[in-house]
């Protein structure tokens, strides 16, 4: 067992967490995470309706007695979301930790601390996580340049970014970013996180909702097998490498190219439909972190976070003080 500023601050049992991950993040996984004693996150807008949110936190409630949370993304989008009503849905069905990304979460912290809900803020940067410090955020998940998704326009990797940020915040840090094993977490709060976030290692679970193709994917995938998308439209995204990613870079490398050029491969719903639902590999662009060269197996949730922290227990308590004379 290994009690952190995170274990202490939320009333978790183990320093992991699944992050929210859109169209990945539904009950019976975050409800398998929980279990576990880890913290998983909904994502809210993989539903389709506030009120379609309302009912995935009750069904995760059904699943298990354990907490876990709702991930609120807050982007700019054509189509206006009502942030408010999710925020409501989150804070009506008796959730008590919130993970805010995308943009600034300042509009929604008085509601959400007025319910007593505490909030975890995704930051890509050190200066953006001691902003949100200063708004009042319980915790900060940092993306190193390691992970899946848009790790910002910074290039830094977590081995510099966790520990950087360590040495200017005092609420608890959640390490995130290319973290898979035992060794990963004794990293990370040796670096001064006091937790660590999985996406892609969760994603290779019995529990996920993909395709066994995807899964399958990301055992055989190592370090090497992920691209770098859209960086020239200032969005840089870390994706799996495959046919459409790599068509992506391509076209996007064109001069006076714009992201209108690539859209219809970049497409979210393609990709959820394709590669996620149907399992064709090639169908669309799908997200993975180089997490993926230390995955080996497709396991359950509950053997997932057994191993990791195991290994953990192990590395501390055993390998590390015999280094010492």
Request: aromatic fraction near 4%.
């Amino acid at each position: 067992m290994l009690k952190t500023a995170f274990t202490e601050t939320f009333g978790i049992e183990h320093p992991i967490v699944c992050g929210g991950m859109t169209a990945v993040g539904t009950a019976e996984l975050i409800a398998a995470v929980a279990n576990t004693g880890a913290l998983g996150f909904l994502t809210a807008l993989t539903q389709p309706t506030p009120e379609a949110l309302a009912k995935e936190i009750a069904r995760t409630q059904s699943l298990t007695d354990k907490p876990f949370g709702v991930n609120l993304t807050i982007l700019p989008t054509i189509d206006p979301v009502p942030y408010d009503e999710y925020r409501d849905a989150i804070i009506d069905g008796g959730v008590k930790i919130v993970e805010t990304a995308g943009a600034n979460p300042a509009p929604h912290l008085p509601a959400l601390k007025a319910a007593g809900v505490k909030v975890v803020h995704k930051a890509v940067a050190v200066r953006h996580a001691v902003k949100a410090e200063k708004l009042g955020v319980d915790a900060v998940s940092i993306d190193g340049f390691e992970c899946a998704g848009h790790p910002g326009e910074d290039d830094v990797p977590g081995l510099v970014l966790i520990n950087a940020a360590a040495r200017q915040l005092t609420i608890p840090i959640i390490a995130s970013g290319g973290i898979a094993n035992g060794a990963g977490l004794v990293a990370a709060l040796a670096l001064g996180a006091s937790a660590v976030n999985m996406g892609t290692r969760f994603v290779a679970t019995t529990e996920a909702p993909v395709h066994d193709n995807v899964k399958r994917q990301i055992v055989a995938n190592d370090e090497r097998s992920t691209q770098i998308v859209f960086r020239q439209f200032r969005n840089t995204a870390r994706v799996a490498r495959n046919s459409v990613s790599e068509e992506i870079v391509a076209i996007s490398s064109r001069p006076g190219a714009t992201f209108a050029d690539i859209a219809h491969l970049a497409s979210g719903a393609r990709g959820r439909a394709e590669v996620l639902g149907k399992g064709d590999m090639d169908g669309g662009m799908w997200w993975a972190s180089q997490a993926q060269g230390l995955i080996f197996e497709i396991d359950s949730c509950a053997r997932v976070v057994a191993t990791i922290m195991a290994e953990a227990e192990a590395l501390i308590s055993t390998r590390l003080p015999g280094l010492t004379h």
